[in-house]
């Protein structure tokens, strides 16, 4: 017994010890990450974000240097009431500020660095920077801050900010600090702009002091600058579509037919990208965000979804003559609208009976009824025709995300036959159910983007590029998937007669005031009704203002839809403005200040206003124009004339 | 000729290869937690691991010197070593240069001698020598109090001079007196009072006299024949709530602040976890700053001369008591494994030796060897990795400096020569 009590006890301590080595070393997985290790600083050298660049070289984007002090909790000393005051003064913060962001650092994680002060004033660096070696804990991070070089497109270019904790969860590059591209292009090339930061991972000792490279730096990095690109959009076309947006709220999406190339990208209200840049960045977004009326944030080029209205129709045309079920001489007669049933669709006062040429520029609600009718009891069942006209329509890139490179996008709606079975049951219901779809109201959805895409395939004859906005990449080639076109499933043949009917809608049609001297402009003017719930009572608004064009009639080279919220007819302001991109575009220049002077002019706040009222308020027939005050229009006019130089 | 072929087979080269073993891979991590950028030559004086080198080169040529000594030399002058050994203790109060608050070494030209790392050899020969006395008997009180007293002086000397960490080694020969016949009951006291030190530290003295009363009152009861009286009953319930007092005085005003620390927070005394996490922070700076090394070791190891936190000289005194956290970092949970297996496999190696000798002698002294490094391996990598309260002590081969190395080498091949020597016996 005595001989073993040292044996025994001797090789309990052992497997003890091993135990608690075990415990320390193996159990819980641990795995040696020098991220996590504190002996080892990791210095970060961010590349420069790539340069942006409009389709004519002009630069739109660049980058300032912005300063971060970035803090370390656990490195932090305790620092006396001096100390403290001294470093808190040189931060300029409070030292409650002090603390809480201490410990909100230190509750994220005390070996990993989080941001202190950031982007600090190009003095406040200077004096800090000579001080810093003081603070243990505490080091200053230099990282590049975009640079506006113009007010103009915030929807299209986007911004920077601080990556979130979700994203580092997800992104392991990202570390806390670290800036990703969170709106418009910036999101969407964030890989190609961002480039690959460089690191060097540093020994350090107990305190704190540099002893070298870890491992004589064989895992240090240099950093790979971001690669500049050019981006489709035309600057100055994209300036004086948002000047044609001031004071109301809309889209203009404007694409050339021949590549897909999105030329501008309005959305209206707009803001200056310059205040999402930098510290005043979380306080301007959340003003933005916080905007439910207005919606700054709300690209409406490409996120409002609308019915179509009239331009709808033109499709309708050229599904007919594809499926054969009309000639475009076959007239249809209309007596103030389109009977069905006990029902009526009403119509405006025109010549009758129409042919398709007049149909369409007359834009005729019965004409289009009679059509579509044809169309879907062409087939046994309205469930077949149903489909085959939602697939002839779909190939126009309707009813589905157009699947490019825009950080955001709305899908649309073009209903098929599962649409009605699921609303009216199985075969219980007939084409004149879903008459609507004739003239574009119905079911049928669409945005600003998809309508601009519909008329740039109608310009082309039979096809489209997926619409874009990267033009180039340097040292890169752009995704294939931009380059090739896309068919639609109509024959080129039956495309002339519905150019034909577009071109007469601006010669003797809806939109016969709105044509340009020596450009043939091919359009469809349209109206949304809309709706707002004020009170719990769905109230109707004045109808939204559309307008679909392209131009030159052939080889078109814009091809544009306008949408102008509560604007009322189609040519009131959408048409007005289509004409007007389009002779700025093709020419550079204004001829017809007339329009011009009529968009500017008037606001249409007023009208925005009026849900919010609390008063009864009269729509479309019963509404008027505002003016804006001469001064302020004669500021827009002036900054008409300083869009080429800006 | 033949016999002095036999003679020199008949060390216990088991014991001797462990013990380079350790040496060698104990050079490796003083290389690894010393040096201060690249290596430029492994001879370098200026650099612990150069000195280190030299110590080792030393070690070779005391063990000749050991080993070329008969047998008997030990045995006969054990009594005249001790005295040498308490004379140098003594003389460190005149003599003695302070470092780090501690009195306990001598000074020579650049060179440093610690006397109490050569009191331990010398006081285990003593204690072997006196137990082995035939007219000893360590079942007697007066024999108990004579060999106390040997262990008794070196300990009061060395801790008066400020290191109470080399004090606790003299705890060893409490396995020594134990396998030599000291009763039982001195093994059930003394867990006994470590049990109530614990209790009364963290539970307060009422507690603990309930809970002493509740042992004795079982034990009352459950035992029919031999009871002891209720007076003696009392006497010991007595005895142990004073001695309860006498911890908590103790520790209040016995420890100096940084000791009470340590046992403050190794047994959380401090009830606001915020307060005592401060403490840690503060405190225990050097076991937080080892366990992160030792964890951050993983399975295998970030690689030797690869520890970041060791590089980065991250863990203070780290080629020295916390040594083993440089083993952790670097060779991860299979080396460090390693190490605590060839300490255990050692200390048993020497366990069985000591068993199969002849005289009574070598089995004492081969017991204090064994006793001793248990000890040491014990407290430093218990320490090391939190397990005990930090008291500072070095790891046997493994911590750097001369005097400890040649201690436990002295220590050692002494008693690899009276094994080697056992046929000899009469």
Not at chain 1, 197 to 202: A, R, T, V
Not at chain 1, 595 to 623: C, D
Not at chain 2, 2 to 19: C, G, H, M, P, S
Request: charged share 20%; glycine share 8%; net charge positive.
């Amino acid at each position: 017994m005595r001989k073993l009590l040292l044996l025994t006890t001797v090789i309990l301590v052992g497997l003890v010890f091993i135990a608690r080595l075990f415990y320390l070393q193996v159990y819980g997985g641990y795995e040696y990450d020098i991220f996590e290790d504190s002996a080892i600083k990791k210095e970060y050298n961010y590349p420069k974000r790539g340069y942006v660049y409009d389709r004519n070289g002009k630069l739109l984007v660049a980058n300032q240097p912005s300063y971060d002090v970035m803090v370390i909790p656990r490195d932090v000393e305790f620092m006396d009431s001096i100390k403290l005051n001294e470093f808190c003064k040189l931060l300029k913060i409070t030292k409650e500020t002090y603390y809480k962001r201490l410990e909100k650092a230190s509750n994220y994680s005390p070996r990993l660095s989080s941001p202190f002060v950031q982007q600090l004033s190009k003095n406040d660096y200077a004096v800090l920077q000579e001080k810093m070696r003081k603070y243990t804990g505490f080091y200053i991070q230099k990282r590049s801050l975009r640079f506006y070089q113009t007010t103009i497109g915030a929807n299209v270019l986007g911004d920077i900010g601080e990556v979130n904790r979700n994203i580092i969860a997800k992104k392991p590059y990202y570390k806390l600090g670290d800036l990703i591209g969170k709106q418009g292009i910036e999101k969407t090339y964030e890989n190609i702009l961002r480039g690959i930061k460089g690191i060097k991972f540093i020994q350090k000792d107990r305190f704190n002091k540099n002893i070298g490279p870890y491992k004589n730096g064989i895992f240090d990095t240099l950093p790979k600058p971001g690669k500049d690109i050019t981006i489709t959009i035309d600057a100055e076309l994209q300036a004086y579509g948002e000047l044609l947006m001031t004071n109301k709220r809309g889209g203009i999406v404007a694409i050339e037919p021949s590549s897909g190339e999105i030329l501008a990208m309005v959305s209206g209200p707009s803001y200056n990208p310059n205040l999402l840049v930098g510290r005043e960045r979380s306080k301007n977004f959340n003003i933005l965000y916080k905007d439910s009326i207005a919606k700054p944030l709300f690209d409406r080029g490409l996120q409002a979804m609308y019915p179509p209205g009239s331009p709808f129709k033109t499709l309708n045309a050229l599904v007919a003559l594809q499926e054969g079920v009309v000639t475009t001489e076959e007239r249809f007669s209309c007596a103030m609208g389109y009977r069905y049933g006990n029902r009526k669709m009403g119509c405006h006062a025109h010549r009758s009976p129409a042919n398709m040429n007049i149909g369409i520029y007359e834009s005729c609600n019965a004409y289009f009824a009679n059509v579509y009718r044809r169309i879907i009891d062409k087939y046994d069942s309205p469930a077949e025709g149903m489909d085959n006209w939602s697939k002839h329509i779909k190939s126009f890139g309707l009813g589905n995300y157009l699947n490019n490179d825009l950080s955001v996008g709305q899908p649309g709606k073009v209903p098929t036959a599962s649409t009605y079975n699921r609303g009216y049951g199985k075969n219980r219901w007939y084409t004149t159910f879903t008459i609507s779809n004739a003239i574009g109201q119905g079911e049928v959805l669409a945005t600003p983007i998809q309508l601009a895409n519909m008329a740039a395939a109608i310009g082309n004859r039979g096809h489209y590029y997926t619409p874009h906005i990267i033009k180039e990449i340097e040292g890169d080639t752009i995704p294939s998937k931009f380059t090739t076109p896309k068919y639609t499933t109509i024959d080129k043949r039956h495309f002339e007669p519905v150019v034909q009917g577009m071109f007469d809608v601006y010669n003797k049609g809806t939109a016969d005031m709105l044509q340009v001297k020596g450009i043939e402009i091919c359009g469809k003017t349209g109206t949304a009704e809309n709706f707002a719930i004020i009170d719990s009572v769905k109230t109707q608004l004045t109808d939204h203002s559309i307008f679909v064009a392209f131009a030159p009639k052939d080889n078109p080279k814009i091809a544009l839809a306008v949408f102008v919220e509560n604007g009322y007819f189609g040519s009131r302001f959408a048409g007005r403005m289509a004409s007007l991109m389009i002779e700025y575009y093709l020419r550079g220049e204004i001829t017809r200040k007339d329009m011009e002077n009529f968009v500017l002019r008037y606001s249409l706040e007023h009208e925005y206003q009026k849900p919010f009222s609390n008063e009864p308020f009269g729509i479309n027939r019963q509404t008027t124009l505002e003016a804006i005050d001469e001064k302020e229009f004669q500021k827009l006019l002036q900054l008409k004339a300083e869009i080429p130089k800006s | 000729m033949l016999r002095e072929n036999q003679r020199r087979f008949k060390f216990d080269w088991i014991t001797i290869i462990l013990f380079l073993l350790l040496i060698g891979f104990g050079y490796l991590n003083i290389l690894s937690a010393s040096h201060v950028g690249d290596v430029t030559s492994y001879f370098d004086t200026s650099q612990l691991y150069g000195k280190q080198l030299i110590f080792i080169g030393l070690t070779l040529i005391l063990i000749i010197l050991i080993l070329s000594f008969e047998a008997k030399f030990y045995e006969r002058f054990a009594s005249i070593i001790y005295i040498v050994a308490i004379l140098a203790l003594l003389g460190l109060f005149l003599f003695g240069k302070d470092v780090n608050g501690a009195r306990s070494w001598y000074g020579i030209g650049s060179m440093t001698i610690q006397p109490s790392e050569f009191a331990k050899f010398a006081t285990a020969l003593a204690v072997a020598k006196y137990i082995s006395d035939l007219q000893t008997n360590m079942q007697t009180l007066k024999d108990q109090i004579r060999v106390a007293a040997i262990i008794f002086i070196p300990a009061l000397l060395i801790l008066l001079q400020n290191d109470a960490g080399s004090t606790m080694v003299y705890l060893a020969f409490f396995f020594v007196f134990y396998r030599e016949g000291l009763q039982q009951i001195y093994l059930i006291v003394a867990l006994s009072l470590i049990v109530l030190a614990v209790l009364s530290l963290k539970y307060g003295i009422a507690i603990t006299a309930i809970v002493v009363t509740l042992v004795l009152a079982i034990r009352y009861f459950f035992r029919k024949k031999k009871r002891a009286s209720i007076p003696q009953y009392i006497l010991v319930l007595l005895l142990a709530v004073s001695f309860s007092y006498g911890v908590k005085l103790f520790y209040q005003h016995g420890l100096k602040t940084h000791q009470q620390n340590r046992i403050t927070i190794f047994l959380r005394l401090e009830k606001d976890p915020v307060k005592l996490e401060q403490m840690r922070k503060r405190e225990a700076y050097n076991l937080i700053q080892s366990e992160q090394a030792i964890s951050s070791g993983g399975l295998t190891g970030k690689g030797f001369l690869q520890g970041t936190r060791t590089t980065g000289k991250f863990v203070p005194e780290q080629e020295t008591d916390y040594i083993f956290s440089t083993v952790g970092e670097e060779w991860g949970f299979l080396g460090s494994s390693t190490v605590i297996i060839l300490f255990v496999l050692l200390i048993i190696r020497i366990l069985y030796l000591a068993e199969a000798q002849k005289s009574q002698f070598s089995r004492v002294y081969g017991y204090g060897v064994a006793s001793i490094l248990f000890i040491h391996f014990t407290v430093n990598i218990g320490m090391v990795m939190g397990l005990i309260p930090t008291v500072g002590i070095p790891l046997p081969f493994f911590s750097y400096g001369g005097s400890g190395l040649w201690g436990f080498t002295i220590l050692l091949f002494i008693f690899i020569k009276l094994d080697s020597n056992k046929i000899n016996e009469w």
